[in-house]
């Protein structure tokens, strides 16, 4: 049974920094694109950034400059690291597969100082 495990969100000040984590167990990230997701309070779930199988990433126009999305083959994890945070970034945070439609539990991420 596939299992996507998010972590390393948290509280932190506008125009810092963060590091989110997607490890990955019943499936390997290189053979499927995989995708960050946002949902703030009151909002619907919204793409953020993907990769896909060859490694070709994507982001939505908000993100993109200040989020970098990889993965770690050897670990079978996905990242997002997200650079020069705004408070509109505060939102839940979680990892899809999106052919499969596997989701993790999420990791919620506050922006405010």
């Known amino acids: 049974q596939a299992q996507l495990v998010e972590s390393g969100g948290g509280l932190v000040q506008p125009g810092g920094s963060l590091r989110l984590s997607c490890t990955v167990s019943?499936?390997?990230?290189?053979?499927?694109?995989m995708r960050w997701y946002r949902q703030a309070p009151g909002k619907e779930r919204d793409p953020v950034a993907s990769?896909?199988?060859?490694?070709?990433?994507s982001y939505a126009d908000s993100v993109k400059g200040r989020f970098t999305i990889s993965r770690d083959n050897a670990r079978n994890t996905v990242y997002l690291q997200m650079n020069s945070l705004k408070p509109e970034d505060t939102a839940e945070y979680y990892c899809?597969?999106?052919?499969?439609?596997?989701w993790g539990q999420g990791t919620q991420v506050t922006v405010s100082s």
């Open positions: 019943g499936f390997s990230v290189s053979a499927h694109l």
């Open positions: 990769i896909t199988r060859a490694g070709v990433t």
């Open positions: 899809n597969n999106f052919v499969l439609g596997y």
